[in-house]
């Protein structure tokens, strides 16, 4: 059995977060585990509004010693942390063990939060996680406030943000252009400290769907586990979210979600 673990925050909906890590790594077949570290309950009477409520530090910590007492993981995805104390607490759990694997997805907002709402725990993630991560998987957003960068227009602007985000620590960086890169493919770029890859599909309409970036980080996660190298990891993760997209489930909040189980392999 291959385990992938998460550390991530509940998003009630199934559209995001913890739920999408959990459904991710039953799809590609590996045993998940997982430490929530907040709860999201968007407001259903305010315009679908995150409500956002952070877990007790003190419980992220009993929780990241059970997952780790309870089998020798190697390999974990980190999600939504969302508070300067969660951090910490993360940031001591991870220093507690060696790892092979370590993707972050650096979410700073989620959709329909406004940025800049919490530069303490941009900068936390910034100076405590980013370090420890392996591979980062941010979005056109998150790239250009990490690689301080203000446009990402081109595929060399993804590689260029890709290499400046390398240099905070992390061995792999996957840029995520996204629905907000110019053109009608949905282009990602990786960077191996080497070189560039780039990876593209078409777009699926011009609609932004939920839960694409987290199923993106958690199959990346799922794969790794594995023993697939990155490169093909990240393939097949991006082949997951492309089906996961042409599957995507309405629903009464503002965005559609994507569908994990329409991949398989
Ligand atoms: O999509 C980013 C994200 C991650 N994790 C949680 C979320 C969201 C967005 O809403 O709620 C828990």
């Given at each position: 059995?291959?385990?992938?673990?998460?550390?991530?925050?509940?998003?009630?909906?199934?559209?995001?977060?913890?739920?999408?890590?959990?459904?991710?790594?039953?799809?590609?077949?590996?045993?998940?585990?997982?430490?929530?570290?907040?709860?999201?309950?968007?407001?259903?009477?305010?315009?679908?509004?995150?409500?956002?409520?952070?877990?007790?530090?003190?419980?992220?910590?009993?929780?990241?010693?059970?997952?780790?007492?309870?089998?020798?993981?190697?390999?974990?995805?980190?999600?939504?942390?969302?508070?300067?104390?969660t951090?910490?607490?993360?940031?001591?759990?991870?220093?507690?063990?060696?790892?092979?694997?370590?993707?972050?997805?650096?979410?700073?907002i989620?959709?329909g939060?406004?940025?800049?709402?919490?530069?303490?725990?941009?900068?936390?993630?910034?100076?405590?996680?980013?370090?420890?991560?392996?591979?980062?998987?941010?979005?056109?957003?998150?790239?250009?406030t990490?690689?301080?960068?203000d446009?990402?227009?081109?595929?060399?602007?993804?590689?260029?943000?890709?290499?400046?985000?390398?240099?905070?620590?992390?061995?792999?960086?996957?840029?995520?252009?996204?629905?907000?890169?110019?053109?009608?493919?949905?282009v990602?770029?990786?960077?191996?400290?080497?070189?560039?890859?780039?990876?593209?599909?078409?777009?699926?309409?011009?609609?932004?769907?939920?839960?694409?970036?987290?199923?993106?980080?958690?199959?990346?996660?799922?794969?790794?586990?594995?023993?697939?190298?990155?490169?093909?990891?990240?393939?097949?993760?991006?082949?997951?979210?492309?089906?996961?997209?042409?599957?995507?489930?309405?629903?009464?909040?503002?965005?559609?979600?994507?569908?994990?189980?329409?991949?398989?392999?």
């Amino acid at each position: 059995m291959n385990f992938a673990y998460t550390i991530a925050g509940s998003e009630a909906t199934g559209g995001a977060g913890f739920q999408v890590d959990l459904k991710t790594f039953q799809q590609l077949g590996v045993y998940g585990m997982g430490t929530l570290t907040c709860i999201v309950s968007f407001d259903p009477k305010n315009g679908w509004a995150h409500r956002f409520v952070p877990v007790d530090p003190q419980v992220i910590r009993d929780q990241m010693e059970a997952a780790l007492s309870s089998q020798d993981i190697d390999t974990v995805k980190i999600g939504m942390l969302g508070h300067p104390d969660t951090i910490a607490a993360v940031e001591e759990g991870l220093k507690s063990q060696p790892w092979k694997n370590v993707v972050l997805d650096p979410v700073l907002i989620c959709k329909g939060q406004e940025p800049g709402a919490a530069l303490d725990t941009d900068t936390a993630l910034r100076e405590k996680i980013v370090p420890l991560a392996t591979v980062v998987t941010p979005n056109n957003f998150e790239a250009k406030t990490l690689a301080g960068m203000d446009e990402l227009e081109t595929v060399e602007d993804l590689a260029e943000a890709a290499e400046r985000i390398a240099e905070l620590g992390p061995k792999y960086v996957v840029v995520k252009g996204g629905i907000d890169f110019p053109g009608d493919d949905a282009v990602d770029v990786l960077w191996d400290g080497e070189g560039a890859t780039v990876y593209r599909t078409p777009k699926i309409g011009q609609e932004r769907v939920s839960g694409a970036g987290c199923t993106l980080a958690a199959a990346i996660t799922a794969e790794l586990a594995k023993g697939t190298e990155i490169a093909e990891a990240v393939q097949i993760a991006k082949d997951m979210v492309t089906e996961g997209i042409k599957a995507r489930v309405a629903a009464h909040t503002p965005f559609d979600t994507v569908w994990q189980g329409a991949y398989t392999r």
